[in-house]
């Protein structure tokens, strides 16, 4: 947790140090629609632009709800914090934009494709691409796909409502991270 810390004072540094310099169209928030399809995961992005191809960003991603009853339950609970930089070859908030984040995720989730439930935590890096179209003046479209690359370490169960632990395990993992279908508010 050390190193999360260590994450947070530099991006609020640099945050800090450019505010002098700050105009219109700087702060944006967003939210990505495909994710309240996660079996309702709340989630925002707030960005802040850093120069005029540059913007560093902070996701948050929550899912507190569970499905069913006892032995149908499907869950897909999280928390997840990404911290990150995303460069704009164009302008900020406007065309093609490619980003990196360091992502820490804490999950709970099963029932859904399988019985079995997994509990546990994945830390790495978050890699996407995407395009956002202008819609108003404020208001933008953002389409985008990212990858994971990082490690976790959990703990499978026979089901998710019985508790009976069947092992512990941590493992690299490359996977999908993010679909985008976000609506961007720019201030």
Known sequence: MKRGGLIFLIISA????????????????????????????????????????YSIHLDLEYNPFHFGEQEKREQFKHISISAGCRYWPWFVNSGWFFSSALTYCKYSYGGIFTKKSYEGVAYGGEFTGGYAWMLTKRVNLELGLGAFVGGTRYKRYSCVWCGVEEHEKSKFVVSPSDVLLAITIVF
């Open 14 to 53: 640099v945050l800090f140090s450019r505010i002098e310099s700050l105009s219109a169209q700087q702060f944006s928030l967003s939210t990505n629609g495909l994710d309240y399809l996660a079996l309702g995961t709340l989630n925002m992005n707030l960005g802040v632009s850093v120069s005029r191809n």
